[in-house]
Structures are given as structure tokens and as C-alpha cells.
């Protein structure tokens, strides 16, 4: 059991880019972002057992991470808070850095307005996963996932310049 553990730590460690992702683009405060990170954590935690080492432990992730935000987001009927997304981000005095952040942050913010299945589109698509690797991570067709993605990629693009978000 104790090995398991570590292996699962060491695994969580490793990986743990992936959960702070996941909760950013789905709870736009950060107490939120914590609350989801830890939920995720222990869905893993819960269903570490069923992996069975068919697929990379990340692909597995994905999919973990996504159902868990997507249920807890419905589970706990949150709202977006539009005031929270104002909060200043400590960055280094590069104005390439600065627009860099502030372009993220845009992005991270016209997210908000999607639904839960656009988001993990959207967020599957940012960590350079194929087509294929999308519709795997979602349980839907390689075509599905390919329609979806295009649809909800012009809909964000829709989103910022309704906005006017500086892109």
C-alpha cells in the first residue's frame, strides 16, 4: 500500500500542471481554483485503483480531471464572477512578459463564457493533443472531436472580440 502511495504522489507530482489547468480554465477565483484542485486530487486518489497502465497515466488524468471539474462545476451550480477576474498577477517588469500575462489572462477570462464540454475542448486543444487524443480524453468520435473543437474555437474567437480583449 505504501508504495502504491508513493507512486501515486510521485505520479500526482509530476502531472500536477495538468490539475492547476484544469481548475483555472474551470473556476475563475482562486479559492474555487483550490477547492477543484483538491476535488481532483481525491477523484484520482479514488479512482487509482481502476488504472490499469493501458494508457499514459496523464491520459488518464485528462480524463479524471475534466469529468471531476465538469461535475463539480454543476455540482456546486457555481456562477461566474466577473470582479474576480480583475486580480493583479505579480509579474517580472518585462513589457514582453506583461503582455504575454495579459494576453493569457484575456484568454483565461473569454474561457469563462463556454461551457464545460467547450472548455475541455479548449483545454485539450492548448496542450497540443491531436484529434485523436481529444476524442479519446472526451469519449466521443475523432470527427466529433474535430467539428467541436472548430465550432467552440470560433465561438472564443467571437467571445475576445466582443470583448475587444486586445488580441
Same mark, same amino acid.
Given at each position: ?10 505520479? $500526482?507530482? #509530476? /502531472?500536477?500542471?495538468? @490539475? ?10 482562486? %479559492?474555487?481554483?483550490? #477547492?477543484?484542485? +483538491? ?8 479512482? !487509482? ?12 488524468? !485528462? ?6 471539474? @465538469?461535475?463539480?462545476? *454543476? =455540482?456546486? /451550480? =457555481? ?6 477576474? /480583475?486580480? +493583479? ?14 494576453? @493569457?489572462?484575456? %484568454? !483565461?477570462?473569454?474561457? +469563462?463564457?463556454? /461551457? &464545460?464540454?467547450?472548455?475541455?475542448? @479548449? ?10 487524443? $481529444?476524442? &479519446? ?11 467541436? %473543437?472548430?465550432?467552440? *474555437?470560433?465561438?472564443? +474567437? &467571437?467571445?475576445? *472580440?466582443?470583448?475587444? !480583449?486586445?488580441?
Amino acid at each position: 500500500m505504501l508504495d502504491t502511495q508513493k507512486i501515486f504522489l510521485q505520479q $500526482i507530482n #509530476d /502531472n500536477k500542471g495538468i @490539475i492547476h489547468k484544469v481548475a483555472k480554465m474551470y473556476m475563475d477565483n482562486t %479559492l474555487d481554483q483550490e #477547492d477543484l484542485f +483538491q476535488e481532483i486530487v481525491m477523484q484520482l486518489w479514488k479512482a !487509482y485503483p481502476s488504472f490499469k497502465g493501458t494508457s499514459k497515466f496523464s491520459t488518464w488524468m !485528462y480524463r479524471v480531471a475534466l469529468n471531476t471539474a @465538469i461535475l463539480f462545476f *454543476k =455540482k456546486d /451550480n =457555481k456562477k461566474v464572477d466577473k470582479v474576480s477576474l /480583475n486580480e +493583479q498577477v505579480e509579474i517580472a517588469d518585462h513589457n514582453d512578459s506583461h503582455e504575454k500575462e495579459e494576453k @493569457i489572462a484575456y %484568454l !483565461y477570462k473569454a474561457v +469563462q463564457e463556454l /461551457n &464545460q464540454i467547450e472548455k475541455a475542448l @479548449i483545454f485539450l486543444f492548448l496542450e497540443n493533443q491531436s484529434h485523436r487524443e $481529444i476524442a &479519446q480524453n472526451l469519449g466521443i468520435s475523432e470527427v466529433n472531436a474535430r467539428v467541436k %473543437l472548430n465550432r467552440t *474555437k470560433e465561438k472564443l +474567437q &467571437q467571445i475576445i *472580440k466582443k470583448n475587444s !480583449y486586445g488580441f
